[in-house]
């Protein structure tokens, strides 16, 4: 007993002409009952808008819906019509690569019980990797829809992680129909390559038509884009890719590798502590300064080490750069269900009570915690620490012992904050005036 003939037939026309269907697709038209065709601007279907039985649904879309339900009314059209008998979805390309039609007809087809076959046809990937004379598996290409990448632009400046793609593997760039969708797809690209970085637009592959242009990614915003157009973005050298965070974590192991840096490869989680509190107390001083240059800079210095301390630990067995990022993702998600899960904090001071009945939780599950009593971190210098500590637990002068020094310096710290002022800003004030006093005179 074979299986009853399916509801719908989705079938991939390919770029339009009859010569590049395959023959399941063009025996699947021929013997259609009713053919529903997504007609394409520069695709020729001209063999089927002249059939009687062709209904043409693109006619149908609705632009102004939101992104991924704008054919929503032409799926129902396509299903509603398989009521009456098994009908022809006919998708230009195949049916499968960037096709919404095929995903709500597929959704709308499933919640009817209805059934659904695809055919495969020549899609627009094929025929620009002929064009470019690439090959996609060994390159690695990726292959992305140039709609999906501009919507991220509408959360800018808030968009920083969304565009998953990586500088060094080629990326194939396809539906980029209009001017609306280059300007923030240009903004996207930006973000991890260089302005004068070159691109191959293709328009028409493999049709009679067929033309290509390079030009630089910053020309790409003032681009009016095509209907049967592409872009192809060659990959940058791998050290040439420093807008990605795993070319840092290359360069870094290459400098440990056996052949790599003799200072480098000395380096230990030890020897490399003051540097880190060292970037750390740079970064401030930017920060202080309100010189957003040099922070880039030193945050960058900052994230070496970071590199720098987790390959240590990799060599040593202990840990991965990877882990690293997964236990603060991991973490952070943890602390915020108010943004990524169904807890609500509108203000600061709810947020504050959702930390503290997290933290709670994670210490009763038997986590650890690595700061001194006072909850303080114990490297911390002791002027901060006594400061922190001092303003919620006050000295009583009574328990001191005089003859102490540190009780004596813990003392004088104590009424500074009691008389209301910074005992560290009082000592960054009088370290400034003594240097400043011991420099000698210009001649």
Not at 145 to 154: A, E, Y
Not at 237 to 252: E, F, K, M, N, Y
């Amino acid at each position: 007993m074979t299986d009853r003939r399916p509801d719908i037939t989705i079938v991939g026309l390919g770029p339009g002409p009859i010569g590049l269907r395959t023959v399941a697709a063009q025996q699947a038209l021929e013997d259609a009952r009713h053919i529903y065709l997504r007609n394409h601007p520069g695709a020729d279907f001209s063999d089927l808008l002249v059939r009687r039985n062709v209904t043409d649904v693109a006619t149908l879309r609705d632009p102004s819906a939101p992104a991924g339900r704008r054919w929503q009314a032409s799926a129902r059209a396509v299903v509603d019509g398989a009521g009456d008998g098994p009908v022809v979805l006919a998708i230009p390309g195949h049916p499968r690569f960037g096709e919404m039609l095929t995903v709500e007809t597929m959704r709308e087809a499933e919640a009817r019980g209805l059934r659904v076959e695809l055919l495969d046809g020549v899609s627009m990937i094929d025929l620009l990797c002929t064009a470019l004379d690439l090959d996609p598996v060994r390159e690695r290409v990726q292959l992305m829809d140039g709609r999906s990448i501009s919507f991220l632009q509408l959360e800018e400046p808030f968009d920083g992680g969304s565009f998953a793609a990586t500088p060094r593997l080629p990326m194939i760039i396809t539906h980029v129909y209009d001017n609306a969708i280059m300007l923030p797809l240009a903004e996207q690209l930006l973000r991890i390559l260089p302005r004068e970085h070159v691109l191959t637009l293709v328009s028409e592959a493999g049709l009679p038509g067929e033309s290509r242009e390079q030009l630089a990614l910053a020309e790409l915003a003032s681009h009016p884009g095509g209907p049967m157009l592409a872009i192809f973005v060659p990959p940058l050298p791998s050290l040439d890719a420093g807008r990605d965070s795993r070319t840092l974590q290359q360069i870094v192991a290459r400098l440990r590798a056996p052949d790599g840096c003799p200072w480098d490869r000395k380096q230990t989680n030890a020897t490399l502590r003051d540097a880190l509190v060292d970037e750390v107390y740079e970064a401030v001083d930017a920060i202080d300064a309100g010189d957003m240059d040099n922070l880039a800079e030193e945050l960058g210095d900052l994230f070496l080490l970071i590199a720098m301390h987790a390959q240590i630990a990799e060599e040593a067995g202990a840990f991965t750069l990877e882990d690293v990022y997964e236990g603060i993702s991991t973490k952070i998600v943890r602390r915020h269900p108010h943004v990524f899960g169904d807890d609500a904090a509108a203000h600061a001071e709810e947020v504050v009570g959702l930390w503290q009945r997290i933290k709670a939780e994670e210490r009763s599950n038997g986590k650890v915690s690595t700061k001194a009593v006072d909850g303080q971190p114990r490297s911390m210098p002791a002027l901060e620490r006594a400061g922190r500590v001092l303003r919620k637990m006050p000295l009583y002068t009574d328990d001191l012992d005089r003859d102490d020094p540190g009780d004596r310096l813990l003392a004088e710290i104590a009424g500074i904050i009691d008389a209301g002022e910074d005992p560290d800003a009082i000592l960054r004030a009088a370290l400034e005036r003594h240097v400043k006093s011991a420099e000698p005179p210009n001649p």
